[in-house]
């Protein structure tokens, strides 16, 4: 009798756990536990609330709504596990955790969408935990989990190895045992292939692991290997510990590193694997074209013989109007230049699909071959000819691909206009006899206006009215905003022959120059650039689309032959090194305290535009005194900003440029070869800031500073309350603002910290030289372990540890400069 009256409490204590654990969310999850698709706010979360599962909508929208069941970060980043690699069902659909322990997705009607398969395996609990993983265990350990069951994400601490896969529709992801990472399009099409690349020696290798790094780093393990090998970083590796990371696969068939704050919402991109959209294939379906507008990838037809699948979805490809099928015998092969069609031929092996063959046979022999359905020809000596046997067909059209492709279709072609209709009428002939008549006299009229132009041009070019012309052009031309074409002629004379040299600097020298409208200006000339004439002219575009009042304006740039120059406003008072590091004979150019914080506020407002305010984050790579220029009011701008990207990648010389002048400003990472981003910056203007101050150049070591190196004994010296010490000396008889001078210092300090995640941002150095946010007295800036200080992982290794054997570049690109 007492057994009895026991069991209704015992029961009541078991459903209101369950109650308990469906609606608060808590940590272990219990059989019998049902989440449901009309109830979007009801989750299992982890013990920190910072991963929860739940049903979302699925996107986008449907109708009626479909929703899917998935693992979500509480920062908004996209679901990171989804059961049934993303299933949808209706509002009637729910998870449930079964009695017999299968995690089982259901749809409205009760048919089984996706199950588990732990029935009977002792199943008892699940738990979603802090890292994101969902884990089904028994009384020993774990049954099944999510990190072995990936969709289409990974997270840190999630291990990625030989025989799992990232699959997003027809595209998937996997780890080969040669230890290289593919991307492959309908699991036969491999488009992107990167890693080991040990083929020959796979016998030496076991079961490599990716794994996602939580700083953002993406690392490939081995136990054959002496050390990680390194794929890619995260542009942001450096920045916060609030930060998630995940690595996706996209339904675009990219694979890309996404970032998220926790509680901002906002996701960004931060590292792709196939940078040209394009050339993932089949992104634009059977017979589509990818192109782009802006920068943006679209999606077309060859031409008018073909015809959308789905006129509402591009990316579904085309087909063509009369099917090959029909027309036996009357087959053309439609003309597209410069188009490729995406052919990948398996490693080390030869593709039968390959020929040495001219353009004109490469053509005849497709049309001639009854298996053939399109071919491409390359247009740069090479005789290759790509042969698609395939029924499925992806393609490129870029103006600056060097490649003619030919696609069968029912002749015949019609690569540009419609073909003319049935009913044209019976005053089809005169049409075409008029259209005629009209390019005869159109064409005659143009090259009579044409020879009179450059007779009067050979005649008045060396007129002083010639050249007033030509500089209202310019002026208009430069009033518009957009960056002037200089011939190299032009800036030769408008220099007297690159006569008067005002500096050299880490990108070439500078010339003094006048333009023909008067306008003073310095020309740069740079050198080690490899830059094609449409890739100079982009990175042109990005530079002289930013415009701040603490940044030199570029007027203009000339690009032909091997001539690469740039046109700047001119300043009149030059760089601020000659104005920091004076001697005594020069004492008149000594600037005053006022003049050099002013400066110093200037100089961070310009580097804050470039990292925070611009449409793509800009690192300039090179802060330093000499390119930081004065006008003739002493108003700081930074000069040389994305100038980096410009130069070649593989001139190691050039890339570290510690013996080039700019020893002292190089961040750590420089050093460990570790990706540079916009807290590089940071570190060289706290540098910068440091010399402001003392009028010294950072790197020096004299027998005043004990032989240290000068930062670390400016900080001891403050640490100590002497401020005066660190001071120029020959400020000492004028009037220096101490309040002023131990902002600029204490932000100094923070600048110039081993580790970027310790560095603040330029926006907030601004603020603290401003004196609109408080500053805390900073660690020393020696030599510093990632575990030490800001709560920063203890078990990280140094800074310089973590160096691999890729050499850094600057980007100045959407911030992923790597």
Not at 200 to 209: E, G, Q, R
Not at 356 to 377: E, M
Not at 468 to 489: D, I, M, N, R
Request: one cysteine or more.
């Amino acid at each position: 009798m007492l057994q009895t009256q026991e069991h209704p409490l015992l029961l009541f204590f078991i459903f209101f756990s369950i109650f308990i654990s469906t609606i608060a969310g808590t940590t272990t999850i219990l059989p019998g536990t049902t989440l449901y698709a009309s109830n979007t706010t009801q989750s299992w979360s982890s013990p920190n609330n910072t991963f929860s599962l739940h049903f979302l909508p699925l996107q986008p929208s449907t109708s009626p709504p479909s929703f899917i069941a998935a693992v979500v970060y509480s920062g908004g980043v996209p679901a990171v596990w989804s059961a049934g690699k993303g299933a949808a069902v209706d509002s009637g659909g729910s998870l449930r955790f079964l009695s017999a322990g299968n995690l089982r997705l259901v749809n409205g009607s009760g048919s089984t969408v996706w199950e588990s398969g732990t029935s009977n395996m002792g199943v008892s609990s699940a738990m979603l935990h802090d890292n994101g993983n969902l884990v089904l265990s028994n009384g020993t350990g774990t049954v099944w989990s999510s990190f072995d069951n990936p969709t289409d994400t990974i997270v840190p601490s999630q291990n990625f190895t030989v025989g799992m896969v990232l699959s997003y529709g027809l595209y998937s992801f996997s780890v080969l045992r040669s230890g290289n990472l593919t991307l492959k399009w309908n699991d036969s099409v491999p488009y992107w292939d990167q890693g080991l690349n040990s083929s020959m020696s796979v016998v030496n290798l076991s079961s490599p692991v990716l794994g996602l790094q939580s700083v953002g780093i993406l690392q490939l393990f081995d136990p054959n290997l002496t050390a990680p090998v390194v794929v890619a970083y995260s542009s942001d590796y450096a920045e916060g510990s609030d930060v998630l990371r995940i690595l996706k696969l996209d339904g675009d068939g990219n694979l890309r590193i996404y970032s998220s704050k926790r509680g901002s919402g906002i996701v960004t991109v931060r590292w792709v694997a196939v940078e040209d959209q394009c050339d993932v294939f089949g992104y634009c379906g059977n017979n589509g074209i990818c192109s782009y507008s802006d920068s943006n990838p679209i999606c077309g037809c060859p031409s008018q013989n073909f015809e959308m699948v789905d006129p509402n979805d591009s990316r579904k490809g085309c087909e063509r109007k009369v099917r090959l099928a029909d027309c036996v015998g009357k087959e053309a092969m439609l003309q597209v230049d410069h188009t490729r069609f995406l052919t990948y031929p398996p490693v080390f092996l030869i593709n039968p699909e390959i020929f040495f063959i001219g353009i004109s046979p490469c053509s005849g022999n497709c049309l001639a071959s009854s298996s053939c359905s399109a071919s491409t020809s390359l247009s740069d000596g090479t005789g290759l000819c790509y042969i698609k046997t395939t029924n499925f067909i992806s393609g490129y059209h870029n103006p600056a691909l060097p490649s003619t492709s030919y696609i069968k279709v029912c002749g015949p072609s019609a690569p540009n206009s419609p073909p003319l209709s049935d009913n044209a009428g019976q005053g089809k002939d005169w049409s075409v006899h008029a259209w005629i008549v009209a390019v005869v006299v159109f064409g005659t009229l143009l090259g009579f206006l044409a020879f009179e132009g450059g007779l009067w041009l050979w005649c008045c070019r060396n007129s002083p009215g010639f050249g007033g012309f030509a500089a209202q052009y310019a002026l208009l031309e430069y009033a518009s905003g957009a960056p002037v074409h200089f011939s190299y002629k032009e800036l030769q004379r408008s220099t007297k022959g690159f006569k008067e040299k005002l500096g050299d600097g880490g990108f070439g020298a500078v010339y003094r120059g006048i333009l023909a409208n008067k306008t003073v200006v310095a020309v740069k000339q740079l050198e080690g650039i490899e830059q094609g004439e449409k890739q100079f002219r982009m990175e042109v575009s990005t530079i002289s689309s930013t415009h701040h009042l603490n940044l030199v304006r570029l007027i203009g740039f000339c690009s032909e032959g091997r001539h690469r120059l740039l046109v700047y406003e001119f300043m009149k008072n030059g760089s601020l090194d000659n104005f920091l590091f004076v001697n005594e004979e020069q004492s008149g150019k000594l600037l005053n305290w006022g003049y050099r914080f002013n400066i110093a506020l200037d100089a961070a407002r310009g580097l804050t535009y470039l990292h925070e305010e611009c449409r793509n984050c800009i690192v300039h790579c090179d802060v330093k005194p000499e390119n930081i220029l004065l006008d003739e009011n002493y108003n700081a701008k930074v000069s040389d900003f994305g100038l980096a990207k410009l130069l070649n990648p593989t001139d190691r010389r050039r890339t570290l440029t510690s013996v080039r002048g700019t020893r002292g400003y190089l961040a750590p990472e420089w050093i460990a070869n570790l990706p540079i981003t916009s807290k590089s910056d940071v570190y060289s203007y706290g540098m910068v800031l440091l010399e402001i101050v003392s009028g010294r150049r950072n790197f020096e070591i004299s027998e005043e500073t004990s032989r240290k190196k000068f930062s670390i004994w400016a900080y001891e010296e403050f640490e100590k309350g002497n401020i005066m010490g660190v001071i120029d000396s020959r400020l000492v008889s004028q009037e220096v603002n101490l309040e002023q001078a131990k902002r600029v210092l204490l932000a100094c300090f923070w600048c110039i910290q081993e580790h970027p995640s310790q560095r603040p941002t330029m926006g907030k150095v601004l603020q603290m030289l401003e004196g609109v946010t408080d500053i805390e007295m900073p660690p020393s800036p020696k030599s510093i372990t990632v575990g030490s200080s800001s709560g920063i992982n203890s078990n990280a290794t140094s800074i310089s540890t973590i160096a691999t054997s890729s050499v850094p570049t600057c980007s100045p690109s959407s911030s992923l400069l790597t």
